[in-house]
């Protein structure tokens, strides 16, 4: 077998985990909007795609879809600062919103996206999913309404996590082998 899988020293959570959870995820959020009209999803791009796709499948009720382009990470550690790549913000005029990400780490790249939603996009009611939340010490004070899973304080990869920008494909969540962080 070749390919980016190689480079993971250790797999957290393979693909039938990942599955099941997401399903555990769309039927909690199912129950929860069912009443909640009109409903839009946002996920932070890149990190939050896959998620996107595979959570969306598994809420059945209407919904639209957005996405918001933001960057904090260099490397494996946290910049500090919260970079918007656009911008527009989404129509969320009136609507139920469900902001998607990967990772819940520092807090702040959910705090800032929820704070300019708030301020910027009269919603009616905004929560937030993490498909991973990292046990570590916040930034802010925000923790998300929907959590996949609790991982430990350390840099993970996989189901459109990135390291520089590879990795995204993969499967599952691991952590790489150290001979492939750059020194
Ligand atoms: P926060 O703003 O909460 O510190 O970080 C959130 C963003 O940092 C996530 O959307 C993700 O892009 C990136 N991030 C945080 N922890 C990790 C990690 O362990 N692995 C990867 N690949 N990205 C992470
Ligand atoms: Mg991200």
Request: a positive charge; proline letters at 14%; aromatic letters at 0%.
């Given at each position: 077998m070749s390919g980016p899988r190689n480079h993971l020293e250790r797999i957290l959570f393979g693909e039938t985990e990942i599955r099941k959870c997401i399903a555990d995820l769309g039927a909690a959020i199912t129950k929860d909007y069912k009443?909640?009209?009109p409903l839009s999803v946002v996920t932070i791009l890149q990190g939050g795609a896959l998620f996107m796709a595979d959570l969306i499948r598994e809420i059945h009720l209407p919904l639209k879809i957005e996405s918001i382009s933001v960057s904090s990470y260099e490397g494996t550690s946290s910049s500090g600062t919260v970079k918007f790549h656009q911008n527009g913000m989404p129509d969320l005029n009136g609507r139920h919103v469900l902001i998607l990400d990967d990772i819940l780490d520092s807090g702040r790249t959910l705090f800032a996206i929820q704070s300019r939603f708030e301020g910027e996009c009269q919603p009616l009611s905004i929560q937030t999913c993490v498909f991973l939340s990292k046990q570590c010490e916040r930034a802010v004070e925000i923790e998300a309404d929907y959590v996949g899973f609790e991982v430990g304080d350390e840099f993970v990869v996989g189901y459109g996590l990135d390291y520089n920008g590879e990795y995204?494909?993969?499967?599952e969540i691991g952590v790489l082998k150290p001979e492939f962080y750059e020194k």
């Open positions: 009443d909640k009209r995204r494909n993969l499967p």
